[in-house]
T-cell receptor, first 117, second 114 residues
Framework: NAGVTQTPKFQVLKTGQSMTLQCAQD?????MSWYRQDPGMGLRLIHY???????DQGEVPNGYNVSRSTTEDFPLRLLSAAPSQTSVYFC????????????????FGAGSRLTVL | AQSVSQHNHHVILSEAASLELGCNYS??????LFWYVQYPGQHLQLLLK??????LVKGIKGFEAEFIKSKFSFNLRKPSVQWSDTAEYFC????????????FGAGTRLFVKA
């Protein structure tokens, strides 16, 4: 049971380049999300998904794009990288109990450290 | 909108000292509350959670937290810290029903001197 797997672990980009951070989970979790972690700012929610085909914006969505074509995968795309997007990115997932269920415990990936020059 | 405020960004304690980390939240409804911990070089993991019931919840490694609804607070406590508690601690808030969006505070870096 791998849990939440993120790739790559490290990436260096030049300003203006695009790239995709991959996230996959094997726990059949419906809820998946992306956070960025910056010193002194904690984890800020970028985008999240409550199931295949359903995505929504978090606190800091600008410059990022997501899609959820399968339950397992939730890639994060940087459309045109900027130095302000230098950060550590975490993918997290949780199961839901359906209906009017609320949030549950998140399982996190190991993180992807991105540097934009 | 949800928001979380953690009062201390950096805390330095000696071993055996008591710990209390403050957390206040803002949300217009019933909440689920969490404390997560990130040990050096490790994944973020759950320390403890409150969904309903007894407002005093116990987690792993001797940590506990008290939910005070009237103060919108969920402070984390440990009576006697150890060097191995050196880590970054995050408070988080999420809807109790009808949603899953989990919002985190800025985190508190705890350093415990041996």
């Amino acid at each position: 049971n791998a849990g939440v797997t993120q790739t790559p672990k490290f990436q260096v980009l030049k300003t203006g380049q695009s790239m995709t951070l991959q996230c996959a989970q094997d726990m059949n979790h419906e809820y998946m999300s992306w956070y960025r972690q910056d010193p002194g700012m904690g984890l800020r929610l970028i985008h999240y998904s409550v199931g295949a085909g359903i995505t929504d914006q978090g606190e800091v969505p600008n410059g990022y794009n997501v899609s959820r074509s399968t339950t397992e995968d939730f890639p994060l795309r940087l459309l045109s990288a900027a130095p302000s997007q230098t950060s550590v990115y975490f993918c997290a997932s949780s199961y839901t109990t359906g209906g009017l269920a609320g949030a549950n415990v998140l399982t996190f990936g190991a993180g992807s450290r991105l540097t934009v020059l | 909108a949800q928001s979380v405020s953690q009062h201390n960004h950096h805390v330095i304690l000696s071993e055996a000292a008591s710990l209390e980390l403050g957390c206040n939240y803002s949300y217009g409804g019933t909440v689920n509350l969490f404390w997560y911990v990130q040990y050096p070089g490790q994944h973020l993991q759950l320390l403890l959670k409150y969904f309903s019931g007894d407002p005093l919840v116990k987690g792993i490694k001797g940590f506990e937290a008290e939910f005070i609804k009237s103060k919108f607070s969920f402070n984390l406590r440990k009576p006697s810290v150890q060097w191995s508690d050196t880590a970054e601690y995050f408070c988080a808030v999420a809807p109790h029903t009808g949603g899953f969006k989990t919002i985190f505070g800025a985190g508190t870096r705890l350093f415990v001197k041996a």
